[in-house]
């Protein structure tokens, strides 16, 4: 399914500073599974985003980060249900119809890097025609302005002039990732969800895209990007989320997460100490499955600090859902 809208008009304008971008509130998900098994993909995640702000949502694969974006664009499968708020500008997208969501919220108020940039693109048109299409109906430009357009649009993503003229499936996944990225910009939503934006760019490449990504934000849109890419992270972060097992477990101001106090969540900590340029300690054991979660808090099997008061699930207070936060001792 294309992410973009197919109506004309003009982007959103942009939220004033002092409201939130995106307002969430109790978003779950669970995937309705045969034999009535559930899924609880996401659970109870609650987060605002700001004019300006880049979150970083990271954690492990499969803990939900890409799941909870679908959510936002109403791009889930059919199986699935929603509970919670999600509002951009007074709408709340889990309660949006299809035909709001198509018209108004997809590339307009909420644009995506989808993760999987060569299943968004269209097979049987080349970059160009795709973002001059993209570029026509969420910008209204008509006739040469249409191309120059496209072609700022290519450039801000570092994709090449002169491979605009391919098809989908001549270009390498880095490739189809920066004609993702240029698609993305193109509508100028306030809110901006990016997956993965950087998978398969060597690192100069990411750091291009993460600052292009950055200076997005700075002109006062927000950002969301989900990342397994901590270095990226930190480059771009002004606050990181982190997922486990579905559930926010973390959120708290990029620099303290990074650098002192460091997070106070275990498995925050043993994220950053997996690092090789850290500690290079994986955390021991693996994530529960997301359809047989245990009662209590999804992390106490594999942390050393879980006593019995861990039988419970604990709350997000003050950034932080652990009964044992850690306080600051790095050195
Ligand atoms: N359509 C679906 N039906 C059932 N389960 C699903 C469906 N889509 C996703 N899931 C499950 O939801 C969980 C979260 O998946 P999600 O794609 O959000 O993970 P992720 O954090 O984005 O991982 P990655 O970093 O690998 O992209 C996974 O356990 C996945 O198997
Ligand atoms: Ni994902």
Same mark, same amino acid.
């Not at 599974?33 to 609650?46: L, N």
């Not at 120059?148 to 990732?177: I, M, N, V, W």
């Given at each position: 399914?294309?992410?973009?809208?197919?109506?004309?008009?003009?982007?959103? @304008?942009?939220?004033?500073?002092?409201?939130?971008?995106?307002?969430?509130?109790?978003?779950?998900?669970?995937?309705?599974?045969?034999?009535?098994?559930?899924?609880?993909?996401?659970?109870?995640?609650?987060?605002?985003?700001?004019?300006?702000?880049?979150?970083?949502?990271?954690?492990?694969?499969? %803990?939900?980060?890409?799941?909870?974006?679908?959510?936002?664009?109403?791009?889930?499968?059919?199986?699935?249900?929603?509970?919670?708020?999600?509002?951009?500008?007074?709408?709340?997208?889990?309660? #949006?119809?299809?035909?709001?969501?198509?018209?108004?919220?997809? !590339?307009?108020? =909420?644009?995506?890097?989808?993760?999987?940039?060569?299943?968004?693109?269209?097979?049987?048109?080349?970059?160009?025609?795709?973002?001059?299409?993209?570029?026509?109906?969420?910008?209204?430009?008509? &006739?040469? &302005? *249409?191309?120059?357009?496209?072609?700022?649009?290519?450039?801000?993503?570092?994709?090449?002039?002169? $491979?605009?003229? @391919?098809?989908?499936?001549?270009?390498?996944?880095?490739?189809?990732?920066?004609?993702? /990225? #240029?698609?993305?910009?193109?509508?100028?939503?306030?809110?901006?969800?990016?997956?993965?934006?950087?998978?398969?760019?060597?690192?100069?490449?990411?750091?291009?895209? =993460?600052?292009?990504?950055?200076?997005?934000?700075?002109?006062?849109?927000?950002?969301?990007?989900? /990342?397994?890419?901590?270095?990226?992270?930190?480059?771009?972060?002004?606050?990181?989320?982190?997922?486990?097992?579905?559930?926010?477990?973390?959120? /708290?101001?990029?620099?303290?997460?990074?650098?002192?106090?460091?997070?106070?969540?275990?498995?925050?900590?043993?994220?950053?100490?997996?690092?090789?340029?850290?500690?290079? /300690?994986?955390?021991? !054991?693996?994530?529960?499955?997301?359809?047989? *979660?245990?009662?209590? %808090?999804?992390?106490?099997?594999? +942390?050393? $600090?879980?006593?019995?008061? +861990?039988?419970? =699930?604990?709350?997000?207070?003050?950034?932080?859902? %652990? $009964?044992?936060?850690?306080?600051?001792?790095?050195?």
């Amino acid at each position: 399914m294309t992410t973009q809208a197919r109506t004309g008009g003009a982007a959103p @304008r942009l939220p004033a500073p002092d409201e939130p971008v995106l307002d969430v509130s109790g978003l779950s998900v669970r995937f309705r599974m045969r034999g009535g098994r559930r899924i609880a993909a996401v659970t109870d995640a609650s987060f605002r985003l700001w004019p300006g702000e880049c979150l970083a949502l990271v954690g492990e694969s499969g %803990c939900g980060k890409s799941v909870l974006a679908s959510a936002l664009l109403g791009l889930l499968p059919a199986n699935a249900q929603t509970a919670g708020r999600a509002l951009v500008g007074g709408l709340d997208l889990l309660a #949006a119809d299809e035909r709001t969501l198509a018209r108004t919220v997809r !590339g307009r108020r =909420v644009g995506l890097v989808p993760q999987s940039p060569a299943a968004h693109l269209t097979p049987v048109r080349t970059v160009r025609s795709q973002l001059q299409e993209t570029v026509r109906e969420l910008t209204g430009a008509r &006739g040469s &302005g *249409l191309r120059a357009k496209a072609e700022a649009a290519a450039e801000r993503a570092a994709f090449p002039a002169d $491979h605009l003229d @391919r098809y989908p499936h001549q270009l390498s996944g880095g490739l189809a990732q920066r004609a993702a /990225t #240029a698609l993305a910009l193109v509508g100028d939503a306030p809110l901006l969800l990016a997956d993965e934006p950087t998978t398969g760019l060597d690192r100069d490449l990411v750091d291009r895209t =993460v600052d292009e990504l950055r200076r997005h934000a700075d002109a006062g849109h927000a950002l969301l990007m989900i /990342t397994h890419d901590l270095a990226a992270a930190e480059r771009i972060a002004d606050r990181v989320a982190v997922m486990y097992a579905g559930r926010i477990v973390e959120l /708290t101001d990029a620099p303290a997460f990074f650098g002192e106090p460091g997070p106070r969540h275990p498995y925050a900590r043993g994220l950053l100490d997996a690092l090789p340029e850290r500690a290079f /300690t994986p955390i021991p !054991g693996m994530p529960p499955e997301l359809g047989a *979660l245990p009662a209590g %808090c999804a992390f106490a099997a594999r +942390c050393e $600090h879980a006593t019995a008061a +861990c039988k419970t =699930v604990p709350a997000l207070l003050d950034g932080t859902a %652990c $009964h044992h936060p850690q306080e600051p001792t790095r050195a």
